[in-house]
């Protein structure tokens, strides 16, 4: 991400997404996001385990309805999504992001959905709007997340819910053979530079209890937060695939040059092959917590 910042009304034709609900933000400066660059690609590698995510975030929320949702880095939509497909869906349903290649393919996945290009930590909604914000996968990229989550705290109405996601480690032997690997041919500080440039607080919470200690700051009360363990089963190929949009795998394939990128990633199919198969278990959990707005 480079620092250069890019007001809304200069966006290419294509990117721009209308706003609707939002009137403060005309004017409102937005930094380019990594995401921009993979928002084609997302749905088709990542969707399915963020859709299944999505799911879980939602799954305790009880039959009553949610008149007025809110998502915050609503990416491709995989909670817009969700929330459209329960039995009542909400009667408003709005996501924002601060990318908008991602926000054109979001305001397709449910009927009436609102988008909207925002910062998280500067949201164009009036006080007490939504009666529950979500926000998966998303604090972690905020340098200022706790901005973030007192921009959210405002705009929930008062006993409402906020929900938010971080993944856990990745545990599984082929996720350590495969940071190894790219670590031995760019450089293990490398690797960590460039998730920390895009998802600075992805380790931080990665840990159930700092992600609680943030909604508590924030002063969301009867905060709860748990581990969801989940398990992709996938072929080498889909594998390599999934980590090949990963922001440290992008930049090491900037750093290596097409020719020395193509070698790598023959060896180290080959490597994974050699050690686990064909089929390998992908297995990163979720991380997940809920506070309430007293
Ligand atoms: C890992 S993706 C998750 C997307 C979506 N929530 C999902 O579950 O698929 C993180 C999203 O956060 C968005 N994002 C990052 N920083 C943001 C910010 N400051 N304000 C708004 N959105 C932001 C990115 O553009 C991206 O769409």
Not at 158 to 185: M, Q, Y
Request: charged share 25%; aromatic share 8%; proline share 6%.
């Amino acid at each position: 991400m480079n620092g250069r910042m890019r007001r809304l009304s200069k966006a290419p034709k294509k990117d721009r997404v209308p706003r609707r609900g939002s009137s403060s933000t005309a004017e409102a400066t937005i930094e380019p996001s990594f995401y921009d660059g993979i928002a084609a690609r997302y749905d088709k590698t990542w969707g399915p385990r963020f859709e299944a995510a999505a799911r879980q975030l939602l799954s305790r929320l009880g039959r009553n309805r949610i008149q007025r949702a809110l998502d915050i880095g609503t990416g491709t939509g995989a909670v817009l999504k969700a929330l459209g497909q329960r039995q009542t869906p909400p009667v408003r349903l709005v996501g924002c992001d601060q990318s908008l290649p991602m926000l054109a393919r979001a305001r397709r996945v449910a009927r009436g959905v609102e988008v909207v290009a925002a910062d998280a930590v500067r949201l164009p909604f009036p006080d007490e709007s939504f009666d529950l914000v979500t926000a998966n996968f998303v604090l972690s990229h905020l340098r200022d997340y706790g901005e973030a989550l007192r921009e959210a705290f405002r705009v929930l109405r008062p006993a409402a819910r906020l929900r938010v996601s971080n993944w856990a480690p990745a545990t599984d032997p082929c996720s350590t053979a495969w940071r190894e690997l790219l670590g031995a041919a760019v450089g293990a500080e490398m690797v960590e530079k460039a998730t920390k440039l895009v998802a600075p607080w992805e380790a931080h919470f990665g840990d159930p209890d700092n992600l609680s200690a943030a909604l508590r700051e924030a002063g969301f009360t009867g905060v709860e937060a748990a581990h969801i363990p989940f398990v992709w089963p996938s072929s080498v190929e889909r594998y390599l695939a999934d980590r090949e949009l990963n922001a440290a795998t992008r930049k090491a394939r900037q750093e290596l040059g097409e020719a020395a990128w193509h070698d790598f990633l023959k060896s180290a199919r080959r490597e994974l092959r050699m050690r686990f198969g064909r089929n390998v278990s992908h297995s990163r959990g979720m991380i997940m917590a809920s506070g309430v707005k007293p």
